[in-house]
Nanobody, 112 residues
C-alpha cells in the first residue's frame, strides 16, 4: 500500500491562492486530488498520469494546476482564484497496480 502525506491547505479569502502538496512513499503512475464538501460526495478535482497527461473537473479548469515531481514522488495542486464553493477536505490519491490509496485529507476553507 502506498503511503501519502499531504501538506498545505488552510483558510483563505475568496480570490486568494493556496498550494497543496503530497509526498508518496514510492513512484506512482497515477496521482491526483479529490475533495469532499460537507454533505456531498467525494469528487475528482485533478489527476496527472505518467509523463504529465492531466485532467480537471470543469469547476476548477483555468484556476487549478496539478503538477508532479517524479524524482521526489510528489504531486502538487496550485489553486488560484479560490471561491467559497471550493471549501472542502482535499485528499491526495494514488493508483498503483489497480489499488487506490488515500491521504489523510487536508482542510481548505475559502471565506467570502
Amino acid at each position: 500500500q502506498v503511503q501519502l502525506v499531504e501538506s498545505g491547505g488552510g483558510l483563505v479569502q475568496a480570490g486568494g491562492s493556496l498550494r497543496l502538496s503530497c509526498a508518496a512513499s514510492g513512484s506512482i503512475f497515477i496521482m491526483g486530488w479529490y475533495r469532499q464538501a460537507p454533505g456531498k460526495q467525494r469528487e475528482l478535482v485533478a489527476q496527472i498520469i505518467g509523463g504529465g497527461s492531466t485532467n480537471y473537473a470543469d469547476s476548477v479548469k483555468g484556476r487549478f494546476t496539478i503538477s508532479r515531481d517524479n524524482a521526489k514522488n510528489t504531486v502538487s495542486l496550485q489553486m488560484n482564484s479560490l471561491k467559497p464553493e471550493d471549501t472542502a477536505v482535499y485528499y491526495c490519491t494514488a493508483v498503483l497496480n489497480g489499488f487506490r490509496s488515500w491521504g489523510q485529507g487536508t482542510q481548505v476553507t475559502v471565506s467570502s
